[in-house]
């Protein structure tokens, strides 16, 4: 089926571990963004990119990093992972011009321990 | 900048109760306005928008007003069942200036319970 997907679905890290979080769409859509979930706080954005070759900051970015080699895929780095960043992150890409809605991968869980 | 404050929960109906989730926002420009639901487990989905005022968005029985006077975007339900129990939240996007960056802010959700 198109749409976003994400893996892993769980994952557990050490702190100062690193690792990379997978997201890739198939519906060649421009625009991906990642967001973090977190209790009481709804999903705040990490990073978006516009199109491949093209990233920028949302509203928490710091200790993530990604890259846009593709149209498809969209990759959230943690370089040294920290409770702080335990959460659930979800993948989203957009179809259509101006605003149009977003389509959300199912997520991943992750618990820095 | 943009923000969006909706109806802290968690709400607890009745199977065939009438549902009403509030929502209010703040937005520099013209927002378009989402309603997105995310059911025990699983991803956000896309449940109804409007994109001017005076729009109603509908699907699945759930319905949504844009009201620019009010700034406010209310999901409603005539008759909620068990399984429309999950979370919802309130979503908005501006015009960017330049580029094409339509970035979401979210509301911090409403967790619904429908009981039998």
């Known amino acids: 089926n198109a749409g976003v997907t994400q893996t892993p679905k769980f994952q557990v890290l050490k702190t100062g571990q690193s690792m990379t979080l997978q997201c890739a769409q198939d519906?060649?859509?421009?625009?991906m963004s990642w967001y973090r979930q977190d209790p009481g706080m709804g999903l705040r954005l990490i990073h978006y990119?516009?199109?491949?070759?093209i990233t920028d900051q949302g509203e928490v970015p710091n200790g993530y990093n990604v890259s846009r080699s593709t149209t498809e895929d969209f990759p959230l780095r943690l370089l040294s992972a920290a409770p702080s960043q335990t959460s659930v992150y979800f993948c989203?890409?957009?179809w259509g011009q101006g605003a149009g809605g977003y389509t959300f991968g199912s997520g991943t869980r992750l618990t820095v321990v | 900048g943009n923000s969006v404050t909706q109806m802290e929960g968690p709400v607890t109906l009745s199977e065939e109760a009438f549902l009403t989730i509030n929502c209010t926002y703040t937005?520099?420009?013209?927002?378009?306005l989402f309603w997105y639901v995310q059911y025990p487990g699983e991803g956000l989905q896309l449940l109804l928008k409007?994109?001017?005022?005076?729009d109603k968005g509908s699907n699945k029985g759930f319905e949504a007003t844009y009201r620019k006077e009010t700034t406010s975007f209310h999901l409603e339900k005539g008759s909620v069942q068990v399984s429309d129990s999950a979370v919802y939240f309130c979503?908005?996007?501006?015009?960017?200036?330049?580029?094409?960056?339509?970035?979401?802010?979210f509301g911090k959700g409403t967790l619904l319970t429908v009981n039998p």
């Open positions: 989203a890409s957009r």
């Open positions: 409007a994109t001017k005022a005076d």
């Open positions: 979503a908005l996007t501006t015009p960017p200036r330049g580029g094409s960056n339509y970035k979401l802010t």
């Open positions: 519906m060649n859509h421009e625009y």
């Open positions: 990119s516009v199109g491949a070759g």
């Open positions: 937005a520099t420009g013209y927002p378009s």
